[in-house]
């Protein structure tokens, strides 16, 4: 490939890559055993707003910031012209609006799943409400991340669960503007241990189909047991027209929530070939939600931020130089080492510095954590917010 050939796919691809950032990545988080608090941490909406408007001036890549419902807009909808009100003042947009069904005490054995329909009516509500709040701040998906399961054998009807799921799922479908998404994430285990109601991919399809057209998988990379072939499952998805979006992170044992790409950078770089495969096969593919679904605890917040969104640029950039139609030939031909060769290729091409140049040309920081750096924002906002981050908060928002 030509260099010039080589400027102009890196060039279009990060024309038209964006991710979206979520308010929870910028407050204090921590492990099941401790909370390390950071003077720098974001302590309210308007915190994570300004933060996530410097990711994107610094990085031209992140106009959309995901929002929790019970951190972000403890008064449901009421709480859209404080958002309308930030998004003008930051530059970002509201993004996925995720419901929050797993903190209240009344969801201990289940929401939208537990046994009680009192409890289900209230859960389903709340993805009702949900729905409302994406419609008044026009955010494009509600994304739905279920809780549910059980710890032991026997203690629950997986197969009655499935119906009550379907239920709740259906009539928040039927509640959806005509262009919001519903995203159906998985997840097999955390918090429940024994099952949890929508354990994987297959699972989160069939839910997503018998609730409606508007519905489509969502594919967190820390939601699967080891060893799994991860863009396998976005082929399909892909070849199924249900693959509604990405919560990208990276995992070395579990749902660690790592940045993307520091464990196992191949992993997302296979993903992305897959996604670039799609676009160059034409037809009917519609691009997916990106979005990073991290908590940094021992990390900066908003270098943390800046380091994943950079890192997806780059492995997006890679991915986009393999030449498909190249490949495709190679495979039709069983050449696998040549066949190997190319898409590794693309894989370790250094896109740094074609990066930089895109970035130069589009009037932003040729290097944002260099910029981050040297502007103070993260000195200015740790003297601001030192004093309330060390009496310390109880929870995520
Ligand atoms: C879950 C899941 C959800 C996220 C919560 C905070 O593990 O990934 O997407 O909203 O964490
Ligand atoms: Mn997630
Ligand atoms: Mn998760």
Redesign the pocket.
């Known amino acids: 490939m030509s260099s010039l050939e080589t400027k102009s796919r890196i060039f279009q691809a990060l024309d038209a890559f964006s991710i979206e950032i979520?308010s929870?990545g910028f407050a204090n988080t921590g492990t099941r055993f401790g909370k390390f608090a950071q003077a720098a941490a974001a302590t309210n909406l308007e915190e994570k707003f300004a933060d996530a408007g410097e990711v994107h001036r610094l990085t031209g890549a992140t106009p959309t910031l995901?929002l929790?419902v019970l951190w972000d807009l403890p008064n449901g909808v009421d709480d859209a012209d404080t958002i309308k009100a930030l998004e003008k003042k930051n530059g970002v947009r509201a993004g996925s609006i995720?419901p929050?069904l797993?903190q209240d005490l009344e969801y201990k054995y289940g929401s939208i799943c537990n046994p009680s329909a009192e409890v289900r009516k209230k859960a389903t509500q709340h993805l009702l409400d949900s729905v409302e709040i994406g419609k008044a701040v026009g955010s494009a998906e509600v994304?739905l991340?279920i809780?549910d399961g059980s710890n032991y054998p026997g203690t629950q009807s997986v197969r009655r669960r499935i119906g009550w799921m379907k239920d709740a799922l259906a009539e928040t479908h039927a509640a959806l503007a005509p262009g919001q998404t519903m995203l159906v994430?998985y997840?097999p285990f955390?918090p429940a241990f024994y099952h949890t109601d929508i354990a994987d991919w297959g699972m989160a399809l069939e839910l997503a189909r018998s609730a409606g057209p508007q519905a489509k998988v969502?594919v967190?990379t820390?939601?699967h047991y080891q060893g799994t072939n991860i863009e396998q499952i976005v082929a399909w998805l892909i070849e199924l027209n249900a693959l509604g979006g990405f919560?990208f992170?990276d995992r070395k044992y579990a749902?660690d929530?790592l940045t993307l790409g520091s464990i196992d950078p191949y992993q997302i770089f296979r993903i992305f070939a897959e996604i670039h495969a799609a676009h160059a096969g034409g037809g009917s593919f519609n691009p997916p939600a990106y979005m990073i679904?991290q908590?940094h605890n021992l990390k900066g917040k908003v270098e943390a931020m800046v380091q994943t969104v950079v890192t997806a640029q780059e492995l997006y950039a890679k991915a986009a130089l393999i030449d498909q139609a190249q490949l495709a030939t190679l495979q039709d031909s069983c050449q696998l080492v040549e066949a190997e060769e190319l898409f590794r290729g693309a894989f370790w091409t250094d896109v740094r510095p074609m990066l930089q140049e895109w970035r130069i040309q589009r009037g932003l920081p040729a290097d944002p954590m260099a910029a981050l750096r040297s502007g103070g924002y993260v000195e200015r906002i740790a003297a601001e917010r030192g004093a309330k981050n060390a009496v310390g908060q109880s929870s995520?928002a």
């Open positions: 979520p929870w995901a929790h995720n929050n797993f994304s991340w809780a994430e997840k955390e969502l967190d820390g939601h919560h992170n749902d929530d679904d908590s995520y």
